[in-house]
């Protein structure tokens, strides 16, 4: 099967709407196929990956290690709008510090998450032949 | 649906033979749901299922087949982590037998 | 009669939060839940909005929720009271009235 570049816009946060699980779970059955998949977090999508989600008071599965899980997946770009955490009070030290294992290099971790603002994010998108919005 | 009986008590299942509430998992339920398949666990058998139990209790997901492969080589050498050799152990698929002895959902991305 | 106003929406995403700061009278009260919890926080380019609102209404906030969006209690807006389901109840209680801005 011939590979092509796929996104996944993420631009909801999570728990409110049933956006962020349902474009999670898609990912993770699209990694299966072996594609070229990147994520990108926009908006209040940055709210997916902050550090530290706690649902016992809402009584909803937290799903915010599965993100973690990804790396595993091969899918190891995870694009983040800089300007959407600066409107929203955050900076990368709030997200979870996600990662992927290079098998090559004895495992070592590398980070999977790519800051970028609006120009770049804007150049990365252009790059797809596959886009799907959540 | 169907039940798993066990001890005197009736476990559900779900239509393709996991376990409904997951909560209810034990060692014991695993071998009896693999004895139910006509397979008598081992150690070898053992160590894919603790192994996609802590990965579950980590990420909240079973693990893709792929995924799984190259954690087990990981973890426990090369030699295993090759699907022939956990195709030897789960000929109905590593993801979706080990899966229902440990006692999670069908593996996400299972296809 | 005081009213209680209760947001489920981010007021990044949708302007139902800033109508309603629009519309409230001296003494109301605000709650935010679900995807509107994300606007108690500090600094964001929604807080002068909220704040200069917190003059006139006092402004609640569902702590699971704030929580469940990895947002701690400490990053709040000063003013802003975190409440669990029992204090989402006493509000309904204390206020004559209660109005949904979906």
Redesign the interface.
């Known amino acids: 099967m011939a590979t092509k570049k796929f996104m996944f816009v993420n631009r909801k946060a999570p728990y409110g709407t049933v956006y962020a699980l349902e474009s999670l779970e898609v990912v993770l059955i699209s990694a299966a196929f072996e594609q070229d998949v990147s994520l990108a977090f926009i908006d209040d999508g940055v709210y997916q990956i902050t550090k530290g989600q706690d649902t016992t008071g809402i009584g909803q599965k937290n799903f915010s290690n599965t993100y973690k899980a990804l790396g595993d997946y091969e899918i190891k770009k995870l694009y983040v709008s800089k300007e959407s955490l600066e409107e929203r009070g955050l900076t990368q030290d709030d997200l979870m510090d996600l990662v992927w294992e290079d098998e090559d290099d004895d495992w070592a971790e590398k980070p999977s998450i790519i800051m970028v603002d609006r120009s770049e994010m804007a150049a990365v998108m252009a790059e797809q032949e596959v886009t799907l919005s959540f | 649906m169907s039940t798993l009986e066990l001890n005197g008590e009736s476990i559900e299942l779900d239509e393709e033979g996991y376990l409904v509430d997951l909560s209810l998992w034990t060692r014991e339920i695993g071998e009896a749901l693999a004895k139910g398949e006509d397979v008598d666990l081992t150690d070898e058998h053992w160590d894919i299922i603790d192994f996609l139990r802590e990965y579950y209790e980590e990420y909240q997901i079973a693990p893709a087949v792929r995924v799984l492969t190259k954690a087990v080589g990981k973890r426990l050498g090369k030699d295993k982590g090759n699907s022939k050799y956990l195709y030897s152990l789960f000929p109905y698929g590593p993801g979706k037998q080990a899966c229902k002895y440990a006692g999670l959902p069908k593996p996400t991305g299972c296809v | 009669m005081a009213m209680l106003h209760i947001v489920?929406?981010?007021p990044?995403?949708k302007v139902s939060f800033r109508s309603c700061l629009n519309h409230v009278s001296k003494g109301d009260s605000v709650l935010m839940i679900?995807?509107a919890a994300?606007g108690a926080?500090?600094?964001?380019?929604f807080?002068e909005k909220l704040k200069t609102a917190m003059g006139d209404v006092s402004v609640y906030v569902?702590?699971?929720?704030l929580?469940?969006?990895?947002?701690?209690e400490d990053?709040m807006i000063d003013g802003i009271k975190a409440v669990?389901y029992a204090g989402f109840v006493d509000l309904t209680v204390e206020n004559e009235t209660t109005q949904s801005w979906l």
């Open positions: 489920n929406k981010s990044f995403e679900e995807d994300v926080i500090e600094g964001t380019s807080s569902l702590g699971g929720d929580a469940a969006r990895g947002l701690s990053r669990d």
